[in-house]
């Protein structure tokens, strides 16, 4: 599926299941809690703490959970993620093209 694809699957899905777009504002704090669910199960898998009883671990569907309130900002505010992607690849590349091959901090 591309990036033009998700953000028209997500607007389908919406105007057939869920009514409406939630605010941008509700989404924004949808988004942050998402993220914040993420880092629980990161910090759990590969950091120090351990995980309580029940406790979901289910990496990919936290990070699906992320990309699907990403692609409904997108459309509510108007943003290609493909167009916008493809910008900041080129904004990256020539920002970075050396930056990391030249890092001593990177090689092994």
Known sequence: MTLEELQKTVDQW???????YFSELTNMAVL?????ELARIMARTYGDQSFKDGEKRDLGDEMADI???LACLANQTGVDLTESFRKNLEKKTARDK???INNPKLKS
């Open 14 to 20: 919406i105007k057939t299941y869920g009514v409406r």
């Open 32 to 36: 942050t809690e998402e993220v914040g």
């Open 67 to 69: 990309l699907w309130v």
């Open 98 to 100: 050396e930056r990391h």
